[in-house]
């Protein structure tokens, strides 16, 4: 799968989200701060989002100092769902029931673990066939088109 990851800052939790992508087989490109500092979130979030609608990427994974920022603003593109995820629960959720496809973190409380087992549940889960689940889907996929 090819993934997008990018930062406004570099820390040793991009590092080992990065890493563990990579292991699992995934073929990552860095974006941000990851590549270059400085990076602006907001400038961030939105061209990745965009790689991701256009379909450069299968999905991504953002990161800023509480992920507020960057989820926010990732979801201004048509097509993207980006989910603020604080542990692997809410990460299942987002893409069963939401189909999220960009997973963001925050910087300032992701610990390696929680990233690991968020990356292990993103990964495992897809979404679901459920015929509620579809239809809320559908319902924000017609809005965007408004």
């Not at 930062?7 to 990579?22: A, G, N």
């Not at 270059?36 to 989002?49: C, F, G, I, N, R």
């Not at 549940?121 to 979404?127: H, I, K, L, N, S």
């Amino acid at each position: 799968m090819k993934i997008a990851v990018g930062s406004d800052m570099k820390t040793h939790v991009t590092d080992v989200v990065i890493d563990e992508l990579r292991h699992r087989g995934h073929h990552v490109t860095v974006f941000g701060a990851l590549l270059e500092t400085p990076a602006m979130w907001s400038k961030l979030a939105l061209d990745v989002a965009e790689k991701v609608a256009k379909k450069e990427f299968d999905q991504a994974v953002l990161f800023c100092w509480t992920g507020t920022g960057i989820s926010l603003a990732a979801n201004k593109v048509k097509g993207i769902r980006a989910a603020l995820c604080q542990d692997a629960q809410t990460a299942e959720g987002a893409r069963k029931w939401n189909d999220a496809n960009i997973l963001c973190m925050s910087l300032r409380s992701t610990s390696e673990q929680v990233a690991r087992e968020m990356l292990d549940v993103w990964f495992a889960t897809g979404p679901s066939s459920d015929r509620e689940d579809v239809a809320c889907l559908q319902y924000l996929a017609e809005a965007e088109h408004q």
